[in-house]
């Protein structure tokens, strides 16, 4: 990004100025009914970045994607971003994003239906893991780690447990996949090295007839 490129405070979605490329200083905040979302896409379709974090609470959206284009979310001071209260929440869309950084946890749900679809919907699954992978990235981890999400729910649910679960049992996945890519292209190298070799073989074997056949010629 360039220096010429417009800076905005932050502030509830609505009040933002126009053609905002960088969100700065303030939380960017989703709350309540939003009505127009068309002028609320219309007025974020620029930003790229944002440094104060993003919350949405309350609200009564289905799907999430009024930041498709953001490409990096920071909060030097708490959660790059929270999502709470929302009842209908089942999609987080944000494609194009690739830092997710908060001060201790990146990501908070909180009492938010989103975590109940993520065990229910594939689609869900995959934008939960699609935030992890970036969070992980960004924090230059290898390994997936329930380390980038804060949830809490009320006494009653299991759905945050289960969801640490489901990323702790990622980190093992990755490990295993990582083993056996290994042991792989191990048995692969060990392939090819049997093939030159019996290739060598034969080009001896036929060498070795060749030079037979023109002996017995000779005689």
Not at 122 to 135: C, K, N, P
Not at 143 to 156: N, Q
Not at 183 to 206: C, E, Q
Request: net charge neutral.
């Amino acid at each position: 990004m360039t220096s010429k490129e417009k800076r905005c405070i932050g502030g509830y979605a609505s009040g933002i100025e126009d053609i905002c490329v960088v969100i700065e200083k303030t939380k960017l905040s989703f709350h309540g009914e939003l009505e127009d979302l068309d002028s609320i896409r219309q007025k974020l379709q620029n930003v790229r970045r944002i440094e104060s974090g993003v919350e949405v609470v309350g609200t009564n959206m289905a799907v999430f994607d009024l930041l498709d284009r953001v490409e990096e979310i920071w909060n030097p001071d708490g959660y790059a971003l929270e999502f709470r209260n929302n009842k209908k929440l089942n999609r987080i869309r944000m494609n194009e994003l690739r830092v997710l950084d908060g001060k201790q946890e990146d990501v908070l749900f909180e009492n938010d239906h989103f975590i109940e679809e993520v065990h229910e919907n594939s689609d869900s699954l995959s934008d939960f893991l699609h935030l992890e992978s970036v969070a992980r990235a960004s924090h230059k981890n290898e390994e997936c780690s329930p380390e980038f999400v804060k949830i809490i729910t009320s006494e009653a649910s299991e759905y945050g447990w289960d969801l640490y679960a489901l990323i702790v049992l990622c980190a093992v996945l990755a490990v295993i996949v990582t083993v056996q890519t290994f042991y792989l292209l191990k048995g692969k190298g060990k392939n090819r090295k049997n093939k030159m070799r019996s290739k060598g073989r034969k080009k001896h074997k036929k060498a070795r007839g060749k030079s037979e056949r023109s002996e017995k010629d000779e005689e």
